[in-house]
């Protein structure tokens, strides 16, 4: 087979003749090769383990460049959202498509505001989970368990249900999350309060009781807002294809959205976040040496990685984790705990930025390396940060399900194989086996 390029199309020659595939080139010059006619033209298809050189769609809500470590959300560099805008904006931004006018961001907030509190039979589900259940669980299962109550906004082609369906995920997600924590204390759930802010009210489900007050400290809300920013969107990571993925059954928005929060859970995905505060941790208390854990790490017989490193597409710095490093700079020096985790976590850095094992692979540090000591400067638990990941994707994920129900290339996602399995062969009766 030979590939050879003309401006607008490519011309593939394999054993049987030859065949003109059209070129298609993004608004950023990044180029595919369209192959949808390939295999109805050639009898061939393609292999592509991971999907490292598949593109699935065309998508206008995030450009990504992993060479040059650019990530914006509908043209918006990620470093101006980050220091000029709010989550709640970012999450209109990525629905919309475009930064609201001052009227319709305040319609916005009014209306996430006025859909936060979950049903009251809802919370009977909660009842019926193990007490030390992994908030990734709980969250996918009252998530998808959405669908059952918001019957009348199930349907994907019906706009009206869609957008009231995405109005309920971001509202109730701090909610369904905050509840997840609350259950496993065995204290009584606080319900939302309409006089915080998105992130401010998620603090007050999180750790007000009706014992006594509480006030929300506004720098850990600001930095949770943050946070929610830098993780709204990444185009078609593994829990975003799976969202995609799921919708193109034409199952509802909450059922793809619960099914993208498990993708997310795994710790090569967003479950990452976990893994890297358990790792410091453990670092912390000498389990080994930053020297001793980075030889483990390089000696491949160890299976040991060094988690909130490296990345499918950054070949460069994770442009998240730029922010999220100097942010922990600024407030860490409240947070004891905090700070030794940040001295270990740059310690491990310098180390790897200066290895050959790391410069030859260009692994860089991801959004998962800074962002759970950040979470643990907020006073959340280890094991919640991949919940509070999943609530900031959340609008990245309703953003491309919705985009790829109005796509005109929208198609049921079913890959194809290569067999590799037994030919026929007959069947032999159990007796002569
Ligand atoms: N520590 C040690 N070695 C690594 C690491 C790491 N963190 N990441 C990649 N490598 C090595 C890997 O062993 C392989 O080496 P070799 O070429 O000798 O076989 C090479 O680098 C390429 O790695 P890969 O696994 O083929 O790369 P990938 O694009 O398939 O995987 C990744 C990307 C993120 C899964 C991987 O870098 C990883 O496991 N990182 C640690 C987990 C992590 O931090 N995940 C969060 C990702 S960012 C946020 C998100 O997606 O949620």
């Known amino acids: 087979m030979d590939l050879g390029m003309t401006s607008n199309t490519v011309k593939l020659c394999y054993d049987h003749g030859e065949l003109e595939l059209p070129l298609i080139v993004g608004s950023e010059d990044e180029k595919a090769i369209d192959i949808s006619k390939l295999r109805s033209a050639t009898g ?4 592509d383990p ?29 470093e101006q959202l980050a220091e000029h805008s709010s989550f709640l904006e970012v999450s209109y931004l990525l629905l919309h498509g475009r930064l609201p006018s001052e009227k319709e961001f305040d319609r916005y907030v009014y209306e996430i505001k006025h859909h936060t509190m979950i049903h009251e039979d809802l919370k009977r589900l909660y009842q019926a989970l193990p007490k030390d259940s992994h908030p990734m669980a709980v969250c996918s299962a009252v998530v998808g368990t959405l669908g059952a109550f918001y019957k009348e906004l199930v349907d994907p082609r019906d706009v009206a249900q869609v957008d009231g369906a995405a109005l309920r995920l971001v509202a109730k997600m701090p909610t369904i999350a905050a509840y997840s924590y609350k259950y496993s204390l065995g204290q009584p759930f606080m319900y939302p309060v ?19 007050e509480y006030a929300v400290d506004p720098l850990m809300a600001k930095v949770l807002d943050l946070l929610l920013i830098l993780h709204a969107d990444h185009e078609q990571n593994c829990s975003t294809s799976t969202v995609r993925m799921v919708g193109s059954s ?12 498990n993708a997310l859970w795994g710790s090569l995905h967003g479950g990452a976040n976990q893994a890297v505060v358990e790792m410091l941790d453990a670092l ?35 442009p998240r984790s730029r922010v999220l490093k100097k942010v922990c700079g600024e407030v860490l020096s409240r947070a004891e705990g905090s700070c030794r985790l940040f001295e270990i976590a740059q310690g491990l850095e310098e180390v790897a930025l200066k290895d050959e094992y790391f410069v030859s692979r260009k692994l860089y540090p991801n959004v998962d390396f800074y962002s759970g000591i950040l979470y643990r400067a907020l006073g959340i638990p280890t094991n ?12 990245g994920w309703i953003a491309h399900w919705k985009e790829m129900h109005v796509d005109p290339a929208f198609k049921i996602g079913r890959p194809r194989q290569v067999y590799v399995g037994e030919k026929k062969r007959d069947y032999v009766s159990i007796s002569l086996r």
């Open 284 to 318: 912390a208390k000498g389990a080994d040496t930053p020297e001793e854990f980075m030889n483990k790490v390089k000696d491949k017989k160890n299976n040991v990685r060094l988690m909130g490193f490296g990345h499918r597409v950054y070949k460069n710095f994770d």
């Open 384 to 395: 919640m940060y991949t919940a509070l990941f999943a609530m900031g994707r959340m609008p």
């Open 44 to 47: 061939h298809i393609t292999i």
């Open 250 to 261: 034409m199952a509802n928005l909450f059922a793809s959205v619960s099914a993208g929060i």
């Open 50 to 78: 991971g999907y490292v050189n598949t593109g699935s769609c065309q998508s206008a809500v995030t450009f990504l460049d992993g060479e040059a470590g650019v990530l914006r959300y509908r043209g918006y560099p990620i």
């Open 194 to 212: 309409d006089s915080l802010d998105y992130p401010a009210n998620f603090l007050h489900m999180m750790f007000a009781t009706p014992c006594e």
